[in-house]
């Protein structure tokens, strides 16, 4: 859709903005997850959706719209009616991360989106290998620094979350560690216990329970405090300041929706966030829930841009 075509749609929705948030939903509202079925957003999306329907009394269904590392399922979204009635589950990726590894994107990664309210966020955690002689971030970045280019960071593939963890150490520290990219965590994880890599920085819930049991060492959360989740972890963020990489999910739908609608579909899912059963349900996965206005929301994608910006340039990182 163009974007005067768009422009002029948002405008004729906008006259009579309060009967048409009066009447909102009416229809069934799609969900697009830009990632295929199975995966982590696919479930966190499918875990949404159920009270969302119910909040808002119409079915809302996940569509899975995988490829183009989650631009085609955003572009998606990006060209639908502003009505509210098309939803992204975001992730990092189409706003935040995107538009500095990839040449170009379809889309403006600002002005195609409204804002709706924040999900999650899913710590990451920093392990290594229990034979690496470090007991906490101190020591391993004075082993990198001692011995530069040997030391070894997994990741599930480039442009992941776990790989731009591993460069903001690498950046922060002022470190030479190799980056050394896998399809997809599970093996990542049987050659990091096994020992071919030396450490990772991945999610909470994949890296602390053979933490736990011994099989790796844990240093340190990626939140820029410490985890609800693992509280007796410290911050990587209290040895380097401004650490802070983890990954944050949250809704948007189209630019240009009319304002009372976005604030209809803020209030559901903030109230779902805020409902105590739903709580235990995501930090049980591991996540934090991280409900906001969509003021809020909006200057967190703006904030995280141009640190990822930062982060991305500095270590030369191209989406293949």
Request: proline share 9%; aromatic share 4%; hydrophobic share 45%.
């Amino acid at each position: 859709m163009s974007i005067t075509r768009r422009a002029a749609i948002a405008a004729a929705l906008a006259t009579p903005s309060l009967a048409w948030a009066q009447a909102f939903p009416n229809r069934p509202l799609r969900m697009i997850c830009p990632f295929a079925a199975g995966g982590s957003a696919d479930a966190s999306a499918r875990q949404l959706a159920e009270p969302l329907s119910a909040v808002l009394g119409q079915p809302v269904v996940v569509e899975n719209r995988p490829g183009g590392g989650a631009t085609i399922g955003a572009q998606a979204v990006a060209r639908a009616q502003p009505d509210g009635h098309t939803l992204l589950y975001g992730t990092p990726g189409p706003q935040i991360i995107n538009p500095h590894l990839m040449r170009s994107v379809p889309y403006d990664p600002e002005r195609d989106f409204a804002p709706v309210a924040g999900y999650k966020r899913a710590p990451n955690l920093l392990a290594v290998h229990p034979g690496l002689p470090v007991r906490n971030v101190q020591e391993l970045i004075a082993l990198a620094k001692a011995r530069p280019g040997t030391l070894t960071f997994a990741s599930s593939g480039i442009g992941s979350s776990s790989h731009l963890a591993g460069e903001m150490l690498k950046f922060l520290a002022q470190i030479d560690i190799t980056h050394v990219p896998y399809r997809g965590t599970s093996q990542a994880l049987t050659d990091l216990m096994g020992g071919t890599v030396s450490m990772a920085l991945d999610t909470l819930s994949i890296l602390l329970p053979p933490s736990r049991s011994g099989h790796l060492r844990a240093l340190g959360v990626t939140t820029p405090q410490r985890s609800a989740l693992a509280s007796d972890l410290p911050a990587l963020a209290e040895t380097l300041p401004g650490f802070d990489a983890a990954p944050f999910n949250y809704i948007a739908t189209t630019g240009g929706t009319p304002a009372p609608i976005v604030a209809r579909l803020n209030q559901a899912v903030v109230g779902i966030l805020n409902d105590p059963a739903y709580r235990a349900r995501m930090e049980a996965l591991g996540e934090e829930a991280t409900p906001s206005t969509p003021e809020e929301l909006a200057a967190t994608i703006r904030a995280e841009s141009a640190r990822w910006k930062q982060v991305i340039e500095a270590a030369g990182i191209r989406a293949e």
